[in-house]
């Protein structure tokens, strides 16, 4: 079965400082995987895919994410945060053998000092 | 293009009432997911649609709860006789299909059972 482990709860950081989110999956195969993110009262709103090839991903909003299979990781990260991007963020792992389910894991919510 | 739409936004109800949700998925979307996501968590999968079938509802508490996609296009899901622990955010995804395992999610239904 898979999962999706981060590490870090909360983070805080100031604005125009560098975010890196910590994601661990557990996954048998290929994974597909993705970062999500979620503002209070909202949906989640999809930030990045891995499905294959280059291991380093662009996605909305100045993100970043890097598949290290040696580490079975998927870190997101951010060059220089600002303030509206305080949220909570989700990684998940989609499995396409078990009917594109994704599993997430718990979150990590992120505050932003000005 | 309109994303997944659902309704209502929020619903409070006592303990033993029913409640029902609805969500129309994207246009040509034929997977269509309900999660579950308690406060300060992941969200967790519910049952699965393809189409009009209920392919994987492993997850769903069948006791007290059931969903229905008749046509393969909106769906309903239902709580009877709700919970005090049932109060959490439902949310309703859909995806094309065909192997691409993005998900689109809708803003969710916030629900408190008082």
């Known amino acids: 079965a898979q999962s999706v482990t981060q590490p870090d709860i909360h983070i805080t950081v100031s604005e125009g400082a560098s975010l890196e989110l910590r994601c661990n999956y557990s996954y048998g195969a290929t994974p597909y995987l993705f970062w999500y993110v979620q503002s209070p009262g909202q949906g989640l709103q999809l930030l990045l895919k891995y499905f294959s090839g280059d291991t380093l991903v662009q996605g909305i909003k100045g993100f970043e994410a890097e598949f290290k299979r040696s580490q079975s990781s998927f870190n997101l990260r951010k060059p220089s945060v600002h303030w509206s991007d305080a949220a909570e963020y989700f990684c998940a792992v989609g499995a396409q053998a078990a009917g594109n389910k994704l599993t997430f894991g718990g979150g990590t919510r992120v505050l932003v000092k000005p | 293009e309109a994303g997944v739409v659902q309704s209502p936004r929020y619903k409070i109800i006592e303990k033993k009432q029913p409640v029902a949700f609805w969500c129309n998925p994207i246009s040509g979307h034929n997977t269509l997911y309900w999660y579950l996501q308690n406060l300060g968590q992941g969200p967790e999968l519910l049952i699965r649609?393809?189409?009009?079938?209920?392919?994987?509802d492993s997850q769903l508490p069948k006791d007290r709860f059931s969903a229905e996609r008749l046509k393969g296009v909106d769906s309903t899901l239902k709580i009877q006789p709700a919970e005090l622990g049932d109060s959490a955010v439902y949310l309703c995804?859909?995806?094309?299909?065909?192997?691409?395992?993005?998900?689109?999610f809708g803003q969710g239904t916030r629900l408190t059972v008082v």
């Open positions: 995804a859909s995806s094309p299909g065909q192997g691409n395992t993005e998900a689109f």
């Open positions: 649609y393809e189409n009009e079938e209920a392919v994987d």
